[in-house]
């Protein structure tokens, strides 16, 4: 059963552009929301994080939007830039015991 | 600061055979958990090590095992190798059993299954 359900599986912007990724989860239990940064031929990276009493974070052109009523959870990326082309996960963990669930990835193109 | 290092990075084996994979963690991290990564999949846990003792355990069967040495580093043996067990496993660190929520990745050891 997949705890945490990623969309699109693939996305193309044009550069300057603004790429959304969505995520939802049904297990109240989770308690911090982080989304990965993964190139080819490299591990996941952290991105960006969250917590689900916040509704919104931000980090340069990276957004974290929240809807803890509605489970789900979102990554923005603003002016997105060809270097920005990746596969992006987003996770839900259970901090005490450190449990991750990843989503299914999305890959990122972004076009000059 | 070394990161999470695995090793070996790639490596080709036969059904039937058995592999053993390495990894290092963070400096400062004590606990490690493997995950397994199919090609185009988000990566899913294997299991989790602190203390010399498997803590959790995913939804792997009995032939995926490990370890884990005082210096915190851990291995990761696949027995009867399948087909399907063909991945990038990655290894990933993070301080303490709870941790910060967080996790840090080594670049993977990817597997094919011949």
């Known amino acids: 059963q997949q705890q945490v359900k990623q969309s699109p599986q693939s996305l193309i912007v044009q550069k300057g552009g603004i790429s959304i990724i969505n995520c939802a989860y049904e297990?109240?239990?989770?308690?911090?929301f982080p989304w990965y940064q993964q190139f080819p031929g490299k591990g996941p990276a952290l991105l960006i994080a969250?917590?689900?009493?916040?509704s919104e974070k931000k980090e340069g052109r990276f957004t974290i939007s929240f809807n803890k009523s509605a489970k789900q959870f979102s990554l923005h990326i603003m002016d997105s830039q060809p270097g920005d082309s990746a596969t992006y996960f987003c996770?839900?963990?259970?901090?005490?015991?450190?449990?991750?669930?990843f989503g299914t990835g999305t890959s990122l193109t972004v076009i000059p | 600061d070394a990161g999470v290092t695995q090793s070996p990075t790639h490596l080709i084996k036969t059904r039937g055979q058995q592999v053993t994979l390495r990894c290092s963690p963070k400096?400062?991290?004590?606990?490690v958990s493997w995950y397994q990564q199919a090609l185009g999949q988000g990566p899913q846990f294997i299991f989790q090590?602190?203390?010399?003792?498997?803590?959790q355990r995913g939804n792997f069967p009995d032939r995926f095992s490990g370890h884990q040495f005082p210096n915190y580093s851990s291995e990761l043996n696949v027995n009867a190798l399948l087909l399907g067990d063909s991945a990038l496993y990655l290894c990933?660190?993070?301080?303490?059993?709870?941790?910060?929520?967080?996790?840090?990745f080594g670049e993977g050891s990817r597997l094919t299954v011949l």
């Open positions: 090590y602190y203390e010399e003792e498997e803590r």
């Open positions: 969250i917590r689900p009493d916040v």
């Open positions: 990933a660190s993070s301080p303490g059993l709870d941790g910060t929520g967080e996790l840090f």
């Open positions: 297990n109240t239990a989770f308690d911090y």
């Open positions: 400096s400062g991290h004590d606990t």
């Open positions: 996770a839900a963990i259970k901090i005490i015991g450190n449990q991750f669930y």
